[in-house]
C-alpha cells in the first residue's frame, strides 16, 4: 500500500508563488517516477512535471522556467515551486508516484487526494 499526501495549496494572486509538497508513505519497492498533474473543471487532467529515477525532470510547456520540480530521497517527498503565478494555473493539483511495492508486483500509479490552488486577485 501507498499513500500520496499533498499540501502546500491556497489562494494567492497573480504573479505570486505556492510551494507544494507531497510526502509518500508505505511500502515501495522501486519508484520509477513522481510528478504532479493538474486538473481545471471541465478540463482533462494533464501533466505539469514529473522526475524520474534518474534524476531527469519534464516540464509542461505551459509551466517550464516557472515551476521546479524537486525531490528529498530521504523524506519520501516530492516539491512543486510555483512561481509567477498565473490565473490560468488555477486548478486541482495532483501527486503521482509510478513505481512498485514488490519486485514481482506490476508498475502501478497512485495518486494524492489534491490540493486546490487558485490564483486571483
Known amino acids: 500500500q501507498v499513500q500520496l499526501v499533498e499540501s502546500g495549496g491556497g489562494l494567492v494572486q497573480p504573479g505570486g508563488s505556492l510551494r507544494l509538497s507531497c510526502v509518500a508513505s508505505g511500502s515501495i519497492s522501486s519508484i520509477n517516477g513522481m510528478g504532479w498533474y493538474r486538473q481545471a473543471p471541465g478540463k482533462q487532467r494533464e501533466l505539469v512535471a514529473v522526475?524520474?529515477?534518474?534524476?531527469?525532470?519534464n516540464y509542461a510547456d505551459s509551466v517550464k522556467g516557472r515551476f521546479t520540480i524537486s525531490r528529498d530521497n530521504a523524506k519520501n517527498t516530492v516539491y512543486l515551486q510555483m512561481n509567477s503565478l498565473k490565473p490560468e494555473d488555477t486548478a486541482v493539483y495532483y501527486c503521482?508516484?509510478?513505481?512498485?511495492?514488490?519486485?514481482?508486483?506490476?508498475?502501478?500509479?497512485?495518486w494524492g487526494q489534491g490540493t486546490q490552488v487558485t490564483v486571483s486577485s
Open positions: 522526475i524520474t529515477s534518474g534524476g531527469s525532470t
Open positions: 503521482n508516484l509510478y513505481g512498485r511495492t514488490r519486485s514481482y508486483f506490476p508498475l502501478t500509479e497512485y
